[in-house]
């Protein structure tokens, strides 16, 4: 397996390549930013470079991207030219050299104005749930989702909307893997796992979630009773390890179509940290 990975000098892309070459596949990281991981230097948006870099190649993922904390402090312009004219540039590129699978790095975030439920609500997150989104990161990832789901691969392509999976305090990472966190190697896990299969469509990725969409409004107006009623186990965890219950959610990310389509299953949750 010869594969191509955009952004590999980040965390994410890192994890992908490291991952991949773990398995025996031909991984080549490209990046602007020089890294352990890449070996091609070059901006995604260079179209000779793209031209080169995807020759041979046979499935790419595509994880380069301006991003969240970026808003305010890059110009509109330059994420438009970054997330999604180089996504165009790089699908033709793909499709031009025969490249068989592409999977597309996308974000939680661009759900946007639909993860800020009414007061008391909470808001189930899953592919159905319509994005919304709320600044220009967000318009640029769902621009260039839509330009990978009207492209077309022999083995088919995957968008993979990745849950927040950065570095914080145990406490915060143990309570947001219980309903909207995802572990580093989970989040890269995903990634190579959807190269291995032809499935195509869209994904949430996410830790798996204890709670039951039928318990959304008792999590919206009391997360801890419910967690102490229903999952003793889970509690008591917490309790032993001095972390916080969450009061009240106001969200939950749902990655059962993963499980069931893809075939992934994350193994880190909140209490494999």
Same mark, same amino acid.
């Given at each position: ?20 070459? +773990?398995? %025996?596949?031909?991984?080549? +990281?490209?990046?602007?930013?020089? %890294?352990?991981?890449? !070996?091609?230097?070059?901006? #995604? ?26 808003? %305010? ?11 999604? !004219?180089? &996504? ?7 499709? /031009? ?10 974000? &939680? ?5 639909? *993860? #800020? ?22 318009? &640029? ?54 190269? &291995? ?16 969409? /039928? ?15 229903? *999952? ?27 499980? /069931?389509?893809? +075939? ?10």
């Amino acid at each position: 397996m010869r594969l191509l990975v955009t952004g590999s000098s980040g965390p994410l892309g890192a994890a992908i390549v490291r991952q991949a070459r +773990g398995r %025996g596949w031909a991984a080549v +990281g490209l990046d602007i930013r020089p %890294g352990a991981t890449t !070996d091609i230097l070059a901006d #995604v948006a260079d179209d000779d470079a793209l031209a080169r870099a995807v020759a041979g190649c046979d499935a790419i993922i595509h994880v380069a991207a301006l991003h969240a904390p970026q808003v %305010g402090r890059v110009p509109d312009a330059d994420f438009h030219r970054v997330n999604v !004219d180089a &996504t165009a540039l790089l699908l033709r590129r793909a499709r /031009a050299a025969g490249v068989g699978r592409f999977i597309y790095t996308s974000t &939680t975030s661009l759900y946007g104005h639909s *993860l #800020v439920p009414a007061p008391g609500r909470l808001a189930w997150v899953d592919e159905d749930l319509a994005p919304r989104p709320r600044d220009i990161y967000d318009e &640029t990832k769902l621009a260039a989702e839509a330009l990978c789901a009207d492209a077309t691969f022999p083995r088919g392509w995957a968008i993979l909307r990745i849950a927040r999976c950065f570095r914080e305090p145990a406490a915060a990472r143990a309570a947001h893997r219980l309903h909207r966190g995802l572990n580093m190697a989970d989040a890269a896990a995903a990634h190579v796992h959807a190269v &291995t299969v032809d499935v195509p469509g869209t994904f949430v990725i996410s830790a798996r979630t204890p709670f039951r969409r /039928a318990e959304a409004d008792s999590l919206a107006q009391d997360a801890a009773g419910l967690i102490r009623a229903r *999952l003793p186990r889970v509690a008591a965890l917490f309790d032993r390890r001095g972390w916080p219950l969450p009061a009240r959610l106001d969200r939950v990310y749902d990655a059962t179509r993963a499980a /069931a389509l893809l +075939g992934f299953r994350p193994r880190f949750d909140f209490s494999r940290l």
